[in-house]
């Protein structure tokens, strides 16, 4: 199984500002996602970010508001910008990964993020 | 469009079976999930269907039907640490689309 590790893992954020979140996976994995659980709801899909090209976003997310880096196989970044109460959530980066024993998709820890 | 309909709660007693139902409409399918969040956790891989029929893994099984867009989780011999949000997902060429989640309590 994939280990996967994001950064923060909380955070307290003032209002206007923004943050970059980082996940960091063990091993090479063809694709990995951005997703967002805003309280007492269930998870959405941000986008899934492309290694050495844009992000590809899902309606409702626009590449201004949630920059996506993807330099390689293993690490990507989340960046919300100019945030306001409404971007507190927990954003989890996962990976789709294929081993002999089946496919799964695996997340990571969550990085939850309040805006005051 | 996308739809993934799964109860909202559910209550059961600890050592009883529970089944979740999940029924969903999606454009493309390439399998179906199951995970566990707990409170103020991450979610966490519980199952994983592509063909039909039903999987076992220990106290959980997952069943699907790809003809009737239908699956189930369920879960034997109920600990109350089962109590925790069951998440129904299908996957889109890796992409996953949720269902709102069942809450399920499970009492002694």
């Known amino acids: 199984s994939a280990v996967i590790s994001q950064k923060p893992s909380r955070d307290i954020c003032q209002r206007g500002t923004s943050l970059t979140i980082q996940c960091q996976v063990d091993?090479?994995?063809?694709?990995m996602f951005w997703y967002r659980q805003q309280p007492g709801q269930s998870l959405t899909l941000i986008a899934t970010?492309?290694?050495?090209?844009?992000?590809?976003?899902e309606s409702g997310f626009v590449i201004d508001k949630f920059p996506i880096s993807r330099p390689n196989l293993t690490f990507s970044t989340l960046t919300v910008s100019n945030m306001s109460p409404e971007d507190s959530s927990i954003y989890l980066c996962?990976?789709?990964?294929?081993?002999?024993?089946?496919?799964?998709?695996?997340f990571g820890e969550g990085s939850w993020l309040t805006v005051v | 469009g996308q739809n993934i309909d799964q109860p909202t709660e559910m209550t059961a007693t600890e050592g009883a079976i529970v089944q979740i139902n999940c029924t969903y409409q999606?454009?493309?399918?390439?399998?179906l999930f199951w995970y566990q969040q707990h409170a103020g956790e991450a979610p966490t891989f519980l199952s994983y269907?592509?063909?039909?029929g039903l999987e076992e893994k220990g106290r959980f099984s997952s069943f699907l039907s790809r003809s009737k867009g239908y699956s189930y989780l369920l879960l034997k011999e109920l600990q109350m640490k089962d109590s925790a949000s069951y998440l129904c997902a299908v996957s889109n060429t890796g992409k996953l689309i949720f269902g709102q989640g069942t809450t399920l309590q499970v009492k002694p």
């Open positions: 269907n592509v063909l039909d």
């Open positions: 970010a492309n290694q050495g090209s844009e992000a590809t976003y």
């Open positions: 999606t454009s493309g399918f390439n399998g």
């Open positions: 091993s090479q994995v063809t694709m």
């Open positions: 996962s990976v789709w990964s294929t081993a002999s024993s089946g496919n799964t998709i695996y």
